[in-house]
T-cell receptor, first 112, second 116 residues
Framework: SQQGEEDPQALSIQEGENATMNCSYK?????LQWYRQNSGRGLVHLIL?????REKHSGRLRVTLDTSKKSSSLLITASRAADTASYFC????????????FGRGTQLTVWP | NAGVMQNPRHLVRRRGQEARLRCSPM?????VYWYRQLPEEGLKFMVY????????ESGMPKERFSAEFPKEGPSILRIQQVVRGDSAAYFC??????????????FGPGTRLTVL
């Protein structure tokens, strides 16, 4: 079964607007990661946030983690058409074996 | 500084043939993971290997699928007697360390397998 569950499943916004995507999970974790996938391409790593961290920034990206609610959010500020992609969260379910568990993703479309 | 490399990028096979997918991890990475992605789905873990060792193959189908990561050369995911349901994108990822709080994995571009 999927560990991460992203919502919404699809999001359409205009350039310049902010995009917020959410991820929920069910078990304890060591860390949570967000990835981007352009259509027909591989995954690009965006941010890793550890279980003892609450917020992390990278450029226009802001990730929050609430372990009490078992949820995370990815905020993209001032979105661009080039941000159009699928965004996935992945967790390790608390294992140190290394395998990641992915959700189904949020398909973000940014209109120029 | 090349990233994770996979080949071929696209592979077409007829039912019953064998598919061999190759993955070269990033330089300095000794941990390799294989994932499968069906259309409109997230990635699903298949197998985790280190050099010459299979660490976790709990996501691999019991039959027809095998993986190896020899001392020299790329990691190989082998699918024997392919069926249409094997059509998917297969991604390889590598990391410098095993699991834990810094388990950042770097993904290759994937191999898209189509079974006719």
């Amino acid at each position: 079964s999927q560990q991460g569950e992203e919502d919404p499943q699809a999001l359409s916004i205009q350039e310049g607007e902010n995009a917020t995507m959410n991820c929920s999970y069910k078990t304890s974790i060591n860390n949570l990661q967000w990835y981007r996938q352009n259509s027909g391409r591989g995954l690009v790593h965006l941010i890793l946030i550890r279980s003892n961290e609450r917020e992390k920034h990278s450029g226009r990206l802001r990730v929050t983690l609430d372990t009490s609610k078992k949820s995370s959010s990815l905020l993209i500020t001032a979105s661009r058409a080039a941000d159009t992609a699928s965004y996935f969260c992945a967790t390790d379910r608390g294992s140190t074996l290394g395998r990641l568990y992915f959700g189904r993703g949020t398909q973000l479309t940014v209109w120029p | 500084n090349a990233g994770v490399m996979q080949n071929p990028r696209h592979l077409v096979r007829r039912r019953g043939q064998e598919a061999r997918l190759r993955c070269s991890p990033m330089k300095g990475h000794s941990h390799v993971y294989w994932y499968r992605q069906l259309p409109e789905e997230g990635l699903k873990f298949m197998v985790y290997l280190q050099k010459e060792n299979i660490i976790d193959e709990s996501g691999m189908p019991k039959e027809r699928f095998s993986a190896e990561f020899p001392k020299e050369g790329p990691s190989i995911l082998r699918i024997q007697q392919v069926v249409r349901g094997d059509s998917a994108a297969y991604f390889c990822a590598s990391s410098p360390a095993r699991g834990g709080t810094n388990n950042e994995q770097f993904f290759g571009p994937g191999t898209r397998l189509t079974v006719l």
